[in-house]
């Protein structure tokens, strides 16, 4: 199975809601990623979850709050987002994040609509 | 920071005619390069990876070839269908193991 799942795949909140975005991968990788994609723009890391453990989180604002239950999951909660944060989150898991040639697999995204 | 350019920005060709899609980077301290493509509000689907001390990969129709000397890689895709269309990211991976995307390349098969 060399799949990312991502759930759901489109999302409406507005400022006040609290929302998760879910991933899901059974590949065995060790590394998880989220990543944020505005439309006609490359994907921008938020976080790295290596081992369970976050290990890179790039100045990403509190209303985003990731967590890793587990190896094959990983979880975006979202709090008072702002219109601007409206945009294709993405989600990517490698073997490891210890190891520069790792190959990063990406799951569908979740489209979300901040009103 | 590694800057990683793609040129086009866009193309369009007829199906059949052969695609040539280029990506240059700034410091040649890379190590794995993927080719990606992304459809319309879709995810990004892995192409093809080479590794730093590699030269090339190929699968199918897709040819990948990395210079670091240059500063360079290129996407071959032959013999075009309109089911190519898609846009198409190339990325580095730095010595922080983060991925470092190009623009992208917007791609148009016309029948």
């Known amino acids: 199975d060399t799949e990312v799942t991502q759930t759901p795949k489109h999302l409406v909140m507005g400022m006040t809601n609290k929302k998760s975005l879910k991933c899901e991968q059974h590949?065995?990788?060790?590394?998880m990623y989220w990543y944020k994609q505005k439309a006609k723009k490359p994907p921008e890391l938020m976080f790295v979850?290596?081992?369970?453990?976050?290990?890179i989180n790039e100045s990403v604002p509190s209303r985003f709050s990731p967590e890793c239950p587990n190896s094959s999951l990983l979880n975006l909660h979202l709090h008072a987002l702002q219109p601007e944060d409206s945009a294709l989150y993405l989600c990517?898991?490698?073997?490891?994040?210890?190891?520069?040639?790792?190959?990063?697999?990406f799951g569908p995204g979740t489209r979300l609509t901040v009103l | 920071k590694q800057e990683v350019t793609q040129i086009p920005a866009a193309l369009s060709v007829p199906e059949g005619e052969n695609l040539v899609l280029n990506c240059s980077f700034t410091?040649?301290?890379?190590?794995?390069l993927q080719w990606f493509r992304q459809d319309p509000g879709k995810g990004l689907t892995s192409l093809l990876l080479?590794?730093?001390?590699?030269r090339e990969q190929t699968s199918g129709r897709l040819n990948a070839s990395l210079d670091k000397s240059s500063g360079r890689s290129t996407l071959y895709i032959a013999a075009s269908q309109p089911g190519d269309s898609a846009t198409y990211l190339c990325?580095?991976?730095?010595?922080?193991?983060?991925?470092?995307f190009g623009a992208g390349t917007q791609v148009v098969v016309t029948p």
């Open positions: 990517a898991s490698s073997q490891d994040a210890t190891s520069v040639y790792n190959e990063q697999f």
């Open positions: 410091d040649s301290a890379i190590y794995n």
């Open positions: 590949m065995g990788h060790r590394a």
């Open positions: 990325a580095f991976t730095d010595s922080w193991g983060k991925l470092q």
């Open positions: 979850y290596s081992y369970e453990k976050l290990s």
């Open positions: 080479i590794q730093s001390s590699q």
